[in-house]
T-cell receptor, first 115, second 111 residues
Framework: AQKITQTQPGMFVQEKEAVTLDCTYD???????LFWYKQPSSGEMIFLIYQGSYDQQNATEGRYSLNFQKARKSANLVISASQLGDSAMYFC????????????FGSGTRLQVQP | EPEVTQTPSHQVTQMGQEVILRCVPISNHLYFYWYRQILGQKVEFLVS????????KSEIFDDQFSVERPDGSNFTLKIRSTKLEDSAMYFC?????????FGPGTRLTVT
Protein backbone atom coordinates (compact mmCIF):
# COMPACT_ATOMS: atom_id res chain seq x y z
CA ALA A 1 0.00 0.00 0.00
CA GLN A 2 1.18 3.50 -0.71
CA LYS A 3 1.89 6.08 1.98
CA ILE A 4 2.45 9.84 2.01
CA THR A 5 4.28 11.59 4.83
CA GLN A 6 4.25 15.32 5.48
CA THR A 7 6.39 16.05 8.52
CA GLN A 8 5.72 19.78 8.83
CA PRO A 9 2.38 20.40 10.52
CA GLY A 10 2.88 24.17 10.22
CA MET A 11 5.16 26.59 8.40
CA PHE A 12 5.61 30.34 8.43
CA VAL A 13 7.04 32.39 5.57
CA GLN A 14 7.46 36.09 4.94
CA GLU A 15 5.60 37.59 2.03
CA LYS A 16 7.65 37.55 -1.21
CA GLU A 17 9.97 34.82 0.03
CA ALA A 18 10.14 31.25 -1.24
CA VAL A 19 9.05 28.30 0.86
CA THR A 20 9.47 24.53 0.53
CA LEU A 21 6.85 22.10 1.82
CA ASP A 22 8.15 18.60 2.35
CA CYS A 23 6.57 15.39 1.14
CA THR A 24 7.92 11.85 1.09
CA TYR A 25 6.13 8.88 -0.33
CA ASP A 26 6.38 5.15 -0.26
CA UNK A 27 5.28 2.71 -2.92
CA UNK A 28 6.72 -0.34 -4.61
CA UNK A 29 4.80 0.37 -7.80
CA UNK A 30 6.97 1.91 -10.56
CA UNK A 31 4.09 3.85 -12.09
CA UNK A 32 2.51 6.58 -9.97
CA UNK A 33 1.53 10.21 -9.91
CA LEU A 34 2.27 12.82 -7.27
CA PHE A 35 0.00 15.77 -6.60
CA TRP A 36 -0.21 18.85 -4.47
CA TYR A 37 -3.52 20.40 -3.45
CA LYS A 38 -4.25 23.65 -1.63
CA GLN A 39 -7.13 23.88 0.85
CA PRO A 40 -7.94 27.45 1.93
CA SER A 41 -10.05 28.11 5.01
CA SER A 42 -13.15 28.03 2.81
CA GLY A 43 -12.59 24.29 2.46
CA GLU A 44 -12.34 23.59 -1.26
CA MET A 45 -9.53 21.46 -2.67
CA ILE A 46 -7.56 23.26 -5.37
CA PHE A 47 -5.24 21.28 -7.64
CA LEU A 48 -1.79 22.88 -7.88
CA ILE A 49 0.66 20.60 -9.64
CA TYR A 50 1.24 17.05 -10.87
CA GLN A 51 4.38 14.95 -11.40
CA GLY A 52 4.36 11.58 -13.08
CA SER A 53 6.87 8.96 -11.94
CA TYR A 54 8.34 8.70 -15.43
CA ASP A 55 8.60 12.43 -16.00
CA GLN A 56 12.25 13.40 -16.46
CA GLN A 57 11.82 17.06 -15.58
CA ASN A 58 10.41 18.63 -12.45
CA ALA A 59 6.89 19.97 -12.93
CA THR A 60 6.27 23.71 -12.77
CA GLU A 61 3.02 25.71 -12.75
CA GLY A 62 3.50 29.43 -12.37
CA ARG A 63 4.89 30.09 -8.89
CA TYR A 64 4.67 26.40 -7.97
CA SER A 65 7.34 23.85 -8.71
CA LEU A 66 7.69 20.28 -7.60
CA ASN A 67 11.16 19.14 -6.58
CA PHE A 68 10.97 15.46 -7.53
CA GLN A 69 13.78 13.26 -6.19
CA LYS A 70 12.85 9.75 -7.16
CA ALA A 71 15.71 7.94 -5.43
CA ARG A 72 14.86 9.67 -2.16
CA LYS A 73 11.12 9.27 -2.76
CA SER A 74 10.47 12.91 -2.13
CA ALA A 75 8.18 15.36 -3.90
CA ASN A 76 8.59 18.72 -2.23
CA LEU A 77 6.50 21.69 -3.26
CA VAL A 78 8.30 24.99 -3.74
CA ILE A 79 6.26 28.18 -3.74
CA SER A 80 8.20 31.18 -4.97
CA ALA A 81 7.40 34.79 -4.09
CA SER A 82 4.82 33.92 -1.42
CA GLN A 83 1.64 35.96 -1.28
CA LEU A 84 -0.79 36.49 1.59
CA GLY A 85 -3.36 34.48 -0.38
CA ASP A 86 -1.07 31.45 -0.21
CA SER A 87 -1.97 30.98 3.46
CA ALA A 88 -3.78 27.62 3.51
CA MET A 89 -3.42 23.90 4.17
CA TYR A 90 -1.34 22.09 1.58
CA PHE A 91 -1.78 18.39 0.94
CA CYS A 92 0.58 16.09 -0.91
CA UNK A 93 -1.09 13.08 -2.53
CA UNK A 94 -0.25 10.18 -4.77
CA UNK A 95 -2.05 7.69 -6.92
CA UNK A 96 -0.91 4.60 -8.73
CA UNK A 97 -0.83 4.49 -12.52
CA UNK A 98 -1.32 7.86 -14.14
CA UNK A 99 -3.57 9.40 -11.54
CA UNK A 100 -6.90 7.83 -12.31
CA UNK A 101 -6.61 5.61 -9.30
CA UNK A 102 -7.57 6.67 -5.79
CA UNK A 103 -5.56 9.48 -4.25
CA UNK A 104 -3.77 8.80 -0.97
CA PHE A 105 -3.25 12.02 0.95
CA GLY A 106 -0.73 13.13 3.52
CA SER A 107 -1.73 14.83 6.74
CA GLY A 108 -1.08 18.30 5.37
CA THR A 109 1.02 21.36 6.17
CA ARG A 110 -0.57 24.61 7.28
CA LEU A 111 1.27 27.50 5.65
CA GLN A 112 0.95 31.01 7.04
CA VAL A 113 2.32 33.87 5.02
CA GLN A 114 3.23 36.89 7.11
CA PRO A 115 3.31 40.46 5.79
CA GLU B 1 -13.93 26.99 -16.85
CA PRO B 2 -15.84 23.73 -16.23
CA GLU B 3 -16.17 22.69 -12.61
CA VAL B 4 -17.51 19.94 -10.39
CA THR B 5 -20.60 20.98 -8.46
CA GLN B 6 -22.04 19.45 -5.29
CA THR B 7 -25.35 19.81 -3.50
CA PRO B 8 -26.24 20.54 -0.80
CA SER B 9 -23.36 22.56 0.58
CA HIS B 10 -24.38 21.64 4.13
CA GLN B 11 -26.69 18.90 5.37
CA VAL B 12 -27.75 18.27 8.93
CA THR B 13 -29.35 14.92 9.67
CA GLN B 14 -30.26 12.79 12.64
CA MET B 15 -28.46 9.57 13.45
CA GLY B 16 -30.05 6.63 11.65
CA GLN B 17 -31.42 8.69 8.78
CA GLU B 18 -30.53 8.16 5.13
CA VAL B 19 -28.75 10.91 3.24
CA ILE B 20 -27.98 11.35 -0.44
CA LEU B 21 -25.15 13.63 -1.49
CA ARG B 22 -25.20 14.80 -5.07
CA CYS B 23 -22.44 15.69 -7.50
CA VAL B 24 -22.33 16.84 -11.09
CA PRO B 25 -18.88 15.94 -12.49
CA ILE B 26 -17.28 17.74 -15.40
CA SER B 27 -19.14 16.64 -18.51
CA ASN B 28 -16.44 14.86 -20.52
CA HIS B 29 -14.79 13.21 -17.52
CA LEU B 30 -14.95 9.46 -17.22
CA TYR B 31 -13.76 8.65 -13.70
CA PHE B 32 -15.58 9.77 -10.58
CA TYR B 33 -14.64 9.64 -6.93
CA TRP B 34 -15.92 10.29 -3.44
CA TYR B 35 -13.59 11.34 -0.63
CA ARG B 36 -14.29 12.46 2.89
CA GLN B 37 -12.45 14.69 5.33
CA ILE B 38 -13.27 14.55 9.02
CA LEU B 39 -12.72 17.96 10.58
CA GLY B 40 -9.03 18.66 11.09
CA GLN B 41 -7.91 15.43 9.47
CA LYS B 42 -6.60 14.38 6.09
CA VAL B 43 -8.69 13.58 3.07
CA GLU B 44 -9.62 9.89 2.77
CA PHE B 45 -10.66 7.99 -0.33
CA LEU B 46 -14.03 6.28 -0.28
CA VAL B 47 -14.85 4.96 -3.75
CA SER B 48 -14.15 5.39 -7.44
CA UNK B 49 -16.58 4.79 -10.29
CA UNK B 50 -15.92 4.11 -13.95
CA UNK B 51 -18.08 2.83 -16.76
CA UNK B 52 -21.10 2.64 -14.48
CA UNK B 53 -19.52 0.46 -11.87
CA UNK B 54 -17.31 0.71 -8.80
CA UNK B 55 -13.64 0.38 -9.78
CA UNK B 56 -12.07 0.78 -6.34
CA LYS B 57 -13.28 1.19 -2.79
CA SER B 58 -11.67 1.66 0.60
CA GLU B 59 -12.34 -0.09 3.88
CA ILE B 60 -14.44 2.89 4.91
CA PHE B 61 -16.90 2.20 2.09
CA ASP B 62 -18.93 -0.51 3.79
CA ASP B 63 -22.48 -1.72 3.22
CA GLN B 64 -23.88 1.53 4.60
CA PHE B 65 -22.58 3.37 1.54
CA SER B 66 -23.64 3.14 -2.08
CA VAL B 67 -22.98 5.14 -5.25
CA GLU B 68 -25.02 5.64 -8.36
CA ARG B 69 -24.95 7.49 -11.63
CA PRO B 70 -28.70 7.68 -12.16
CA ASP B 71 -28.42 9.70 -15.37
CA GLY B 72 -25.76 11.12 -17.66
CA SER B 73 -24.79 13.95 -15.34
CA ASN B 74 -25.40 13.21 -11.65
CA PHE B 75 -23.24 11.05 -9.39
CA THR B 76 -24.62 10.31 -5.93
CA LEU B 77 -23.35 8.96 -2.63
CA LYS B 78 -25.96 7.43 -0.32
CA ILE B 79 -25.42 6.70 3.33
CA ARG B 80 -28.22 4.40 4.47
CA SER B 81 -28.20 4.85 8.22
CA THR B 82 -25.99 7.69 9.32
CA LYS B 83 -23.80 7.48 12.41
CA LEU B 84 -22.25 10.29 14.41
CA GLU B 85 -18.84 9.40 12.99
CA ASP B 86 -20.10 10.02 9.44
CA SER B 87 -19.94 13.74 10.19
CA ALA B 88 -17.38 15.07 7.73
CA MET B 89 -16.87 17.05 4.55
CA TYR B 90 -17.61 14.88 1.52
CA PHE B 91 -15.85 15.72 -1.71
CA CYS B 92 -16.71 14.52 -5.17
CA UNK B 93 -13.97 14.52 -7.81
CA UNK B 94 -13.71 13.69 -11.49
CA UNK B 95 -10.83 13.15 -13.86
CA UNK B 96 -10.24 12.85 -17.58
CA UNK B 97 -6.50 12.16 -17.75
CA UNK B 98 -4.75 12.53 -14.41
CA UNK B 99 -5.78 15.76 -12.69
CA UNK B 100 -8.58 15.09 -10.23
CA UNK B 101 -10.88 18.10 -10.05
CA PHE B 102 -12.64 18.38 -6.71
CA GLY B 103 -16.04 19.84 -6.05
CA PRO B 104 -16.59 22.36 -3.24
CA GLY B 105 -17.76 19.64 -0.85
CA THR B 106 -20.86 18.87 1.22
CA ARG B 107 -20.52 19.30 4.95
CA LEU B 108 -22.53 16.53 6.60
CA THR B 109 -23.42 16.96 10.26
CA VAL B 110 -25.01 13.99 12.02
CA THR B 111 -26.69 14.80 15.34
Amino acid sequence: AQKITQTQPGMFVQEKEAVTLDCTYDTSDPSYGLFWYKQPSSGEMIFLIYQGSYDQQNATEGRYSLNFQKARKSANLVISASQLGDSAMYFCAMSLDTGRRALTFGSGTRLQVQP
Amino acid sequence: EPEVTQTPSHQVTQMGQEVILRCVPISNHLYFYWYRQILGQKVEFLVSFYNNEISEKSEIFDDQFSVERPDGSNFTLKIRSTKLEDSAMYFCASVLNYEQYFGPGTRLTVT
